[in-house]
């Protein structure tokens, strides 16, 4: 029997956005402009004490503007995301109402709490056939070689049997974490060593299991079941950010991968030990949804990742819908070729490629194309690496032990589109190694035009449905297409 339901992490949801503007009055006497805020923020100052700090970040139109604005307002600056000029401060209600009248800011955001979705199969996806029959640009098979993987999440086991290389190494080339302090009001990224477990917090396990999906190296279990990860070959930049998540740690783990996506273990590191990012994977967000707003820092950094190379993979959420609203993870609906929301599949156990939409995968708004997921791929009863012991991984419902005498209940199963996305991620990473110049854009082409339009659920419109995208990624077709 597989897990149908779905859990929420975190404390909170994401609020969706939107816009407050100051009324003018006549020129003579108009108060200055001031910026917009994230709806968050908006209920938040409705309800703040006048003394108690609280974290947003400054849009400015320049990040100069953005520092100067914060010092001007005697708010205390915590730290920058200086390619999109955002400064990420602390203050109190009435610093945070000033800051939006200085000149330069844009857009002052909140920091609401979001969640890990939760609630293989490489045959429906035509994935393993890839892996032995496709080789990529450099002539060897297509695993995803020659590409690294970010996976922002709740943590990973580097020492896990399943993200093992030959030699005994990790797949887990660079193990970063972000810390928050205990208030939240700020995050910060930093690199602990590749032997750390930082997937061992009260919810922990999610993270683990989501990195072997994306490149678990190709492993028997004690049944004799054989597995691997959809880019078996790649490797992986694990960003922890714990179970309770708050957007400013997300988007500083975002951040830390547009700083640092060419070299994610430093200079001096030759990229054959760790070649550079060319994905992010993101399996969190909002309980419902909400509206896509473009002004967010999130919806900043994708962009900015997309024009350096960088593709970011959502996770479309796990709230179900009928179409007449849209439920969509809301950075996933960013139209940016290169940003792409998974929907989950129902292989129905059996590798079928005409299986079924799972009951838990988010639709989106029937009348509005743009909160559509893009493609599908496996999020049901999926088995990857995870700990028995850890709660997330305790919920799973056919706990499998891996290779060695010690690996007891190492494996399990688990749904959800958190376990969707992943797929896709490492499937990317196949897709640049069949052509490294390609842009994020050119990759999600392909997948979109060669995905499999298996038929449950509501139907095509111009190619795509609200509630499976395109269809189900098929990894060999879009090979083809990317070179």
């Known amino acids: 029997m597989r897990l149908k339901t779905t859990l929420a992490l975190g404390a909170a949801a994401l609020a969706t956005t939107a816009s407050l503007v100051a009324p003018t009055g006549p020129a003579a006497n108009a108060a200055p402009e001031r910026a917009n805020v994230s709806a968050f923020l908006a209920k938040k100052l409705t309800s703040m004490s006048a003394s108690a700090p609280a974290a947003v970040m400054v849009h400015g139109a320049s990040l100069t503007q953005a520092k100067s604005a914060v010092a001007a307002t005697g708010m205390q600056r915590v730290t920058s995301f200086r390619k999109i000029g955002v400064v990420v401060a602390t203050g109190t209600k009435s610093q945070i109402q000033a800051v939006r009248s200085q000149p330069g800011v844009t857009y002052v955001e909140g920091n609401p709490r979001i969640r890990f979705f939760q609630d293989s199969s490489n045959v429906a996806t035509r994935g393993y056939e890839a892996t032995q029959t496709v080789t990529g640009a450099d002539g060897n098979k297509l695993t995803g070689q020659g590409v690294s993987v970010a996976v922002i999440d709740s943590g990973v086991d580097p020492t896990h049997p399943y993200l093992k290389e030959a030699d005994g190494s990790s797949a887990v080339v660079a193990n970063l974490k972000t810390l928050c302090d205990p208030l939240e009001l700020f995050c910060s990224v930093q690199k602990v060593p590749n032997i750390v477990d930082t997937d061992t917090l009260s919810l922990g396990g999610h993270g683990t299991h989501v990195n072997g999906i994306v490149a678990g190296r190709p492993t028997t279990l004690s049944s004799g079941k054989k597995l691997q990860g959809a880019a078996p070959g790649a490797k992986l930049v694990s960003i922890s950010t714990g179970a309770g998540i708050v957007i400013i740690g997300a988007d500083a783990a975002l951040n830390w991968v547009l700083e640092n ?40 950094l994708q962009r900015a990742l997309a024009a350096v190379g960088v593709v970011t993979v959502w996770a479309a959420g796990n709230d179900g819908g009928d179409g007449s609203a849209s439920l969509t993870n809301p950075p996933g609906q960013d139209p940016t070729g290169g940003i792409i929301s998974v929907a989950s599949y129902n292989d129905l156990n059996t590798g079928t490629r005409d299986g079924t939409v799972s009951e838990f995968s988010s639709r989106g708004d029937a009348t509005r194309a743009q909160t559509w997921p893009d493609i599908s791929a496996p999020g049901d009863g999926i088995i990857s690496s995870c700990r028995i012991y ?17 690996d007891i209940g190492t494996f399990n199963t688990i749904s959800g589109t958190s376990m969707a996305a992943p797929h896709i991620a490492g499937i990317v990473a196949q897709l640049f190694q069949a052509n490294p110049g390609a842009t994020p854009a050119q990759v999600e082409a392909a997948i979109k035009a060669t995905a499999h339009k298996y038929t449950d659920g509501s139907s095509y419109v111009g190619g795509t449905s609200y509630d499976k995208g395109f269809g189900l990624v098929d990894v060999v077709a879009a090979a083809a297409a990317i070179r």
């Open 261 to 300: 996506h060419s070299a994610p273990c430093g200079a001096g590191v030759p990229a054959t030990t760790c070649p550079p990012i060319k994905v992010t994977n993101n399996s969190y967000g909002p309980t419902g949804g909400g509206e896509f707003d473009p002004e967010s820092a999130t919806v900043k």
């Open 390 to 406: 850890l709660p997330i991984c305790s919920t799973g419902l056919a706990p499998e032990n891996g290779p060695g005498l010690l």
